[in-house]
């Protein structure tokens, strides 16, 4: 819109010139170009407006992350995934456009930097998919407090942090029910604190 104005301004003192010379078609040329950019100005700040203002609203559907004691545990017995959709229905209904799905990094990858468990994985497949029945987008959602193994995690350890979001990223990426990643749940007591988050979110975004 800044742009736009002083474009109106640099163009209207190029007016006043072709008035005085009688350029009337000229004139009439320049004052249509000044409105469409004018139009165009108007529509990026409501777009821009939009965007700000768009709310979106959601649930966190507690249970992947349960039984954490008890790993790898019992589904449904020890813990709990939304997989059918008819559990989505409810907040499809009421309006919502999210839902925030737990679950735990030792139920997906038994051994640091081990390969998926494919049956873990496939379970969260299958909660993708109950959204996607219902139009609803899932945040899957680290929940380990910073830990692995109850072992707070150290900088030492962002390459593992790494490994396990780089092969979920690449299993999940382009599923259209994925409207992101949670790296960690409330990382918290961790050696080096706020210093070490940093490094291993960055090297999981990385």
Known sequence: LVYTTFIIVCLMKYFKNFIIERQQGVFFALLLLVVVCFGIGISHLVSSQALVTQKLYGVNRSGGEFGADKLPGVLDTDYT????????????????????????????????????????????????????????QVILDLHNYGRYYNTPLAESVATMFADVWSKLALRFGNHPALYGFELMNEPHDMPGEGKAWNKLAQAAAD
């Open 81 to 136: 995934y939304p997989t059918n959709s008819e559990g989505f229905k409810p907040y499809a209904a009421a309006g919502m456009t999210l839902v925030r799905v737990p679950f735990l990094w030792e139920r997906v990858q038994a051994e640091k930097n081990g390969v998926l468990i494919a049956t873990e994985v496939d379970k969260l497949a299958a909660v993708l998919d109950a959204a996607a029945a219902n139009k609803l």
